[in-house]
């Protein structure tokens, strides 16, 4: 079993950044960022191997979000630069133990959350 807790979420203006942690109990194949606004469909954003620097990024978030992670605090990030009010969501981590869905998924563990909410 795993747990993973987000954390970083705030209400930011459009234009600012935000960086979002994700404290894991223990290591992991890979994590995955996803967010879910209100009324949209889940959508992945990231993910990044904890042996390696193996990167993955959805298209919809190239050169604003930035995936990362510190081995040693068993600690992955989410940097958010350049925020849109579009960007406004409830932000997951998760993790899987298995290269088998890399990068997309399937993930096994799931965090419960941390709000972005962007103003304009």
């Known amino acids: 079993q795993v747990q993973l807790v987000e954390s970083g979420g705030g209400l930011v203006q459009a234009g600012g950044s935000l960086r979002l942690s994700c404290a894991v109990s223990r290591a992991y194949y890979a994590m995955g960022w996803f967010r879910q606004a209100p009324g949209k469909e889940r959508e992945f954003i990231a993910a990044i191997r904890w042996s390696g620097n193996s990167l993955y990024y959805a298209d919809s978030v190239k050169g604003r979000f930035t995936i990362s992670r510190d081995n040693a605090k068993n600690t992955g990030y989410l940097q958010i630069n350049s925020l849109k009010p579009d960007d406004t969501a409830l932000y997951y981590c998760?993790?899987?133990?298995?290269?088998?869905?890399?990068?997309?998924?399937?993930?096994?563990?799931w965090g419960q959350g941390t709000q972005v909410t962007v103003s304009s």
């Open positions: 998760a993790t899987t133990d298995s290269g088998r869905g890399w990068p997309r998924g399937p993930y096994t563990y």
